[in-house]
């Protein structure tokens, strides 16, 4: 009976002693809110409004598909945008990184990345279908290379990094765009022909640099996103250490993933933060950040404009602290968004996620109690 009442003691210490200082790594800010939660696996997701129906894309083999009637899911798996490997001939074909799914003219397409951790013997591949539907997609192969393949020598692929795609079709002039880019010269902007199989002017493209961090080393602002909200667009992107903290440990607090934004009144930049500072020069104003101690390295971000009078939503992936830091663990998040002074600012959760909430000092304490009372009499 000893020996049962001192387990249960050493239990309920072990138990009470769990509490938010065992993430310490994580920042307990309340400057952001908690997120409205997706209820699936993420990371790096792309979504699409089509036909009343929402359709969330994420890396995986062969770019698997999820479909639902809103946000917060649930989400159904109907299958792949790729019936086998990338037609790309590099590394990773069979799980393509990033995919950026989006409507234009009447076809759906599906940008995506072909790349190895930490190298840039990359490409970004586009994929077309008549709906987002699995089972009519068309793999076009490689749009642009970087590290090695065809037009990898010329500016700004000779600099850059073929990953993370992002379309963005100007409201202003209606041509389209592409945005990538991944740690070494940060993020570039490049024109697309209409059927978006192309880069207008191949061999000398008209590129625009829109995110850097110059004379600085490593370089860790990727997922560039580009918006519009009269009068600014909005560059998007991600900073920091995204994952892999299982390998390669938990950078100090605030080099995790963030989002960040700049703005200007026009596509081609230059961008700026609510300093003034140009994000080629190391600007960004952090939108969202890890937060109350739960909430940890959200990014891979997006948005998903406003419908009948809706506002905007800012998607993403973060790693829920009760769920776990691997890969496979970052999860699916969304808030609205406000516009303060032309800023975009995110709107707390629309229903609490209170099962992201750490458990408080006092409800440790009651349960510390109740374990000593039946300590003593059992």
């Not at 065992?22 to 400057?31: E, K, L, Q, R, V």
């Not at 995110?346 to 009651?366: C, D, E, F, N």
Request: proline letters at 8%; hydrophobic letters at 35%; aromatic letters at 12%.
């Amino acid at each position: 009976m000893v020996l049962l009442n001192l387990l249960g003691l050493l239990l309920c210490v072990s138990l009470t002693s769990a509490s938010p200082t065992t993430n310490s790594h994580i920042p307990d800010t309340t400057a952001y809110p908690l997120p409205n939660e997706g209820h699936a696996v993420a990371h790096d997701p792309s979504i699409l409004r089509y036909n009343n129906s929402l359709y969330h894309f994420r890396g995986g083999v062969h770019i698997p598909i999820f479909r639902a009637a809103n946000l917060s899911g649930p989400w159904e798996n109907i299958g792949t945008v790729l019936d086998g490997n990338s037609t790309v001939q590099k590394q990773n074909q069979q799980r393509p990184w990033a995919p950026m799914v989006t409507q234009w003219k009447n076809k759906i397409y599906c940008f995506y990345s072909i790349s190895q951790n930490g190298k840039r013997n990359s490409a970004i591949g586009i994929a077309s279908s008549d709906s987002p539907e699995p089972g009519d997609w068309t793999d076009h192969g490689a749009l642009i290379n970087t590290g090695g393949g065809n037009g990898s020598n010329i500016y700004p692929y000779n600099v850059s990094n073929a990953i993370d795609p992002a379309f963005f079709a100007d409201p202003d002039t209606g041509k389209p765009y592409l945005q990538y880019g991944s740690y070494w010269d940060g993020i570039f902007q490049v024109p697309l022909a209409d059927d978006l199989l192309s880069v207008v002017n191949a061999t000398h493209p008209d590129a625009d640099h829109l995110v850097d961090l110059p004379n600085t080393k490593p370089k860790p602002n990727e997922g560039g996103f580009m918006s519009y909200r009269d009068p600014y667009y909005y560059t998007w992107f991600s900073h920091g250490q995204c994952c892999h903290f299982n390998t390669e440990g938990f950078p100090k607090k605030g080099d995790e993933y963030s989002i960040r934004v700049g703005r200007s009144k026009s596509v081609h930049g230059p961008f700026v933060d609510r300093s003034n500072k140009t994000l080629v020069d190391g600007g960004g104003s952090v939108v969202y950040g890890s937060n109350h101690g739960q909430v940890y390295a959200p990014g891979g971000q997006g948005i998903l404009p406003g419908v009948d009078d809706q506002p905007d939503v800012l998607y993403y992936h973060y790693h829920n602290a009760s769920i776990g830091f691997v890969q496979g663990d970052a999860r699916l998040g969304w808030n609205y968004l406000d516009y303060v002074d032309g800023w975009p600012v995110v709107r707390g959760a629309s229903s609490p996620a209170t099962s992201l909430k750490p458990p408080s000092g006092s409800s440790l304490h009651i349960f510390a109690m109740l374990c000593l009372v039946i300590f003593f009499t059992i």
